[in-house]
């Protein structure tokens, strides 16, 4: 009878040992215990420690109530500018109600993956290039908003959205390379005219100065030699002033003009001067005593006075007959 009673005991032992192993359950600092009796979710929700449920009536899921980092995979779209490019980015999540999590969504994990992907084309479709190189931060709170509101009714909180990387095509890039390039190349101009334009107002300040010495300007002309003949160059370079070319250009049109002037003037003296001026003719070598002397020869300048007169012309009979 004892031996029965220590076997019943035993046994009954041996049940309730198995029994605790069956229903003992640990939730971790980080999970959160969901409990369904019969398909029926119980309330409250098991936190972190030991915890016992009925073992073939309750089944527990556990959530983790951890940050999840989850990276989108790489999608491609077209920007409001038409602009072929690849996008990627990674979302931080946590679950904030965990019997949400278990009953309202099958699989939390894929359900926000998809939703961060779609959402991804969204913004890509609905931005420019432009926008996606330089104003993340503002897609980024976009991303977060399409996100989190429909994530909040899984029990799902999206703590923050990042865009990793844009990629663009390699005519893109060429493309935005030479545009930087001309930028920088303007730039540059804009600069080298502006220092052009100062230097040019001080150069004009140095030569009103100069302007009142002279000799500052040959002096200047020294300096200038002084510093090219510093270097080993077998080539001095010695500077010409403009002044003294633009007075040699002066003179030499002035000489041009005088003698034009000379030439023009001699022209018209010999058009104005008779042919008999120069020489004696037949009919005066023929002509009689009486007959009045031929004009002197005029020197050049005195036109008017070598022109003969009429009256001291031989007649015409006398020449016919060669008589006076």
Request: no cysteine; proline share 6%.
């Amino acid at each position: 009878m004892v031996g029965e009673l220590v076997a019943a005991g035993v046994g009954l032992v041996s049940a309730g040992v198995v029994y605790v192993m069956a229903a003992a359950r640990v939730v971790k600092q980080y999970e959160r215990g969901v409990v369904l009796r019969l398909g029926r979710l119980t309330a409250p929700v098991r936190g972190p420690g030991f915890t016992m449920i009925i073992p073939g009536v309750d089944r527990m899921r556990k959530v983790n109530m951890q940050i999840v980092t989850m990276p989108v995979p790489a999608q491609e779209g077209i920007t409001r500018d038409n602009v072929t490019v690849r996008v990627d980015a990674v979302v931080y999540f946590k679950v904030v109600d965990a019997a949400d999590a278990v009953v309202r969504v099958e699989d939390y994990r894929f359900a926000v993956s998809q939703m961060a992907q779609t959402s991804l084309r969204s913004i890509i479709g609905k931005s420019e290039l432009d926008d996606l190189l330089s104003s993340r931060e503002k897609l980024n709170q976009g991303l977060e908003l399409m996100m989190d509101s429909p994530a909040i009714g899984w029990g799902v909180s999206v703590d923050r959205v990042e865009i990793k990387d844009v990629s663009l095509p390699e005519t893109m890039k060429r493309s935005m390379a030479r545009q930087a390039e001309a930028t920088r190349d303007r730039r540059a101009r804009v600069i080298n005219a502006d220092a052009e334009l100062q230097a040019s107002k001080k150069l004009a300040e140095a030569a009103a100065a100069m302007s009142g010495q002279p000799a500052a300007l040959q002096l200047r002309l020294l300096q200038t030699v002084v510093a090219v003949a510093a270097e080993k160059n077998s080539t001095l370079v010695l500077p010409f002033p403009v002044e003294l070319l633009r007075f040699l250009e002066r003179s030499g049109l002035q000489a041009q003009a005088q003698t034009a002037q000379a030439q023009a003037e001699t022209e018209r003296a010999r058009a104005r001067r008779p042919s008999t001026a120069q020489r004696p003719s037949t009919a005066e070598r023929t002509a009689p005593a009486d007959a009045a002397p031929p004009a002197p020869p005029v020197p050049d300048g005195a036109v008017e006075d070598a022109l003969p007169v009429l009256e001291d012309l031989p007649r015409a009979e006398n020449l016919r007959s060669g008589s006076p």
